[in-house]
């Protein structure tokens, strides 16, 4: 069974500056690891797909990076629009529970 | 513009009354998706369907039924609401294929009084 950890659960930042979101997991053969953006409310929205490791992508502030065992997302010099809730999922399917990101003007 | 619209966004219901939620979408995607999301947890997928093929995750309470109509429309039914059902519900669709992104509704909000 695909298993999906995300840490930390709540990360409270200063406009500019950057961090990094963890996501680490356990399966049998990936697929495919995404990257989703969820703002309070709303659906989840697609960020990246990662499928090898060593595997990065980038959009404006956000950086995904993708290794054998976890997935980074960094976002440098985050700004108050940044603040959402990142989820992670692999094998399209397995959710973890996301990283609550909150940007402090 | 394509989307994934979800009626209604938010539902009140009675314990034990029976409540339908909808999805539809416009972009023609054949895999569509029912998710249950509670607060600050993961959203657990319930089934979804590949085309008419039904597929119900094994731990899916016997309480959630589904209907597929036609490509555009799938229904979430709960036949008795308990309280441990309130939560938001999420409908995605996607082309078929592990490494298609999902496409996600707004979410219908459900109370249970």
């Known amino acids: 069974e695909d298993q999906v950890t995300q840490s930390p659960e709540a990360l409270r930042l200063q406009e500019g500056e950057s961090s990094s979101l963890n996501c680490s997991y356990t399966v049998s053969g990936l697929r495919g690891l995404f990257w989703y953006r969820q703002d309070p409310g709303k659906g989840p929205e697609f960020l990246f797909t990662?499928?090898?490791a060593g595997e990065e992508k980038e959009k404006e502030r956000l950086k995904a990076t993708l290794t054998k065992k976890e997935s980074f997302l960094h976002i440098t010099a985050p700004k108050p629009e940044d603040s959402a809730t990142y989820l992670c999922a692999v094998n399209k399917l397995s959710f973890g529970a996301g990283t609550t990101v909150t940007v402090r003007a | 513009d394509a989307m994934v619209i979800q009626n209604p966004r938010y539902q009140v219901t009675q314990f034990g009354k029976p409540v339908t939620l909808s999805c539809s979408q416009t972009l023609n995607h054949n895999v569509m998706y029912w998710y249950q999301q509670k607060s600050s947890q993961a959203p657990k997928l319930l089934f979804h369907?590949?085309?008419?093929?039904?597929?119900n995750e094994a731990d899916t309470p016997d309480n959630f039924q589904s209907r597929r109509p036609n490509t555009s429309f799938c229904f979430l039914d709960i036949r008795s609401p308990g309280l441990g059902d309130a939560a938001m519900y999420l409908c995605?669709?996607?082309?078929?294929?592990?490494?298609?992104?999902?496409?996600f509704g707004p979410g219908t909000r459900l109370t249970v009084l």
């Open positions: 990662l499928y090898s």
């Open positions: 995605a669709t996607s082309r078929a294929g592990d490494h298609n992104e999902q496409f």
């Open positions: 369907y590949y085309d008419k093929d039904f597929n």
